[in-house]
């Protein structure tokens, strides 16, 4: 509690949040003018449930903005919604985001490798991308460091945002810093792969806390940091020089009851409904994934095709209903999964479909 005025009143510590993408989605609607919708996702979802904190969140909004006619008024429409934003621009996007990001950091944290079509290629590009990844890093920290206030904690989100603890820490070591790894983290033999690996192991322990979803990815990341690094791991963590950065595992949740309320919509009830028409006398199996190369769609869809081949009595007694979210569209691997899962969906409904069902749906 802070004394103000002979009286005390509750004081509740801010939380600054930081990740690549803010939980909005912006549309220009004029020359100073914005309009803004929440996104849906899952980093959304489980902060969604964050309430002892006041919250703040930085984050890129998703649009270039070159003008600061825009940046202003978009700046302050995103102000009201306690949002910050991070200004970058479309060459930072490319070679920081769909580049390193996208490109080497989320294929070899799922076990998929560097990219092997072209070597050539990826070794000329991947210096320009890593040098883009840490400039954007940087600037997230500029923002993070001109809202600062002293006694804010500050939590860094995800593969993206790496290189961020150790910029943070070289403008104030007294921040308290804390990085998520929404993804897991591979084994040290495949992270000893990255060509900046030293580096981002060694950015990532600037922080005062490193969270992971489950035990295993947290060990992985102690074996990294002392098979890479030569560092000691500890219990609690891993320890260099006398600094100890604490390692955890805090398994993540999303609030059960707003998804109950939604689904006690009258709308959604009606869609509902719907559905149990199309699809009545059918089982129905469903799949919601985002169109992404770890998802594994291609193989679902394939285990299924397996499935009808060997039970022909299910062919018109059962559908997959199969709701793929398009993500990463200018990236060339999602475009080409784009048109594998079509090819194979039309195949497989051409293949045991009649003049009256299909046997998947692809939303």
């Known amino acids: 509690y802070l004394e103000e005025a002979g009286a005390a009143r509750p004081f509740r510590q801010r939380l600054l949040v930081v990740a690549n993408r803010l939980p909005v989605s912006a549309v220009r609607r004029g020359e100073d003018s914005w309009s803004l919708d929440i996104s849906a996702g899952g980093l959304v979802s489980a902060l969604l449930g964050v309430k002892q904190f006041e919250a703040r969140w930085i984050g890129w909004a998703g649009v270039n903005v070159p003008d ?84 804010d904690v500050v939590w860094c989100h995800d593969y993206h945002l790496m290189y961020l603890p150790e910029c943070l820490k070289k403008y104030n070591t007294k921040m ?57 791991g500890t219990p609690e963590g891993v320890e260099d020089q006398g600094k100890l950065t604490r390692v955890a595992a805090f398994p993540i949740g999303i609030d059960s009851d707003r998804f109950i309320r939604a689904l006690e919509l009258p709308q959604v009830q009606e869609h509902i409904k719907e559905l149990k028409e199309r699809f009545s006398g059918r089982q129905v199996m469903l799949g919601v994934d985002r169109l992404d190369m770890i998802k594994g769609i291609p193989q679902k869809l394939l285990a299924f095709e397996k499935f009808l081949e060997e039970n022909p009595y299910w062919r018109d007694k059962v ?34 479909g009649t003049l009256t069902a299909v046997p998947i749906h692809h939303l």
């Open 68 to 151: 600061e006619i825009g940046q202003k008024a978009l700046t302050k429409a995103l102000a009201e919604k306690r949002c910050i934003p991070v200004f970058l621009d479309e060459e930072i996007v490319h070679q920081y985001y769909n580049g390193y990001c996208n490109n080497i950091l989320w294929p070899l944290f799922h076990y998929l490798g560097l990219p092997q079509e072209d070597r050539l290629a990826t070794t000329r590009s991947f210096q320009s991308q890593f040098a883009a990844y840490k400039k954007a890093n940087q600037m997230f920290a500029d923002v993070v460091n001109a809202h600062y206030e002293e006694g």
């Open 176 to 232: 308290k810093v804390g990085w998520f790894l929404h993804t897991p983290f591979p084994s040290s033999e495949i992270h000893r792969t990255l060509p900046s690996r030293y580096e981002l192991l060694r950015s990532v322990l600037a922080a005062d806390l490193v969270g992971f979803h489950t035990y295993d990815y947290a060990r992985h990341f102690v074996s990294a940091c002392t098979r890479i690094l030569g560092l000691e």
């Open 319 to 352: 559908v997959l209903l199969q709701i793929a979210v398009p993500t990463r569209t200018d990236v060339p691997e999602y475009q080409k999964l784009t048109s594998q899962v079509h090819e194979i969906v039309g195949r497989i409904n051409g293949r045991f």
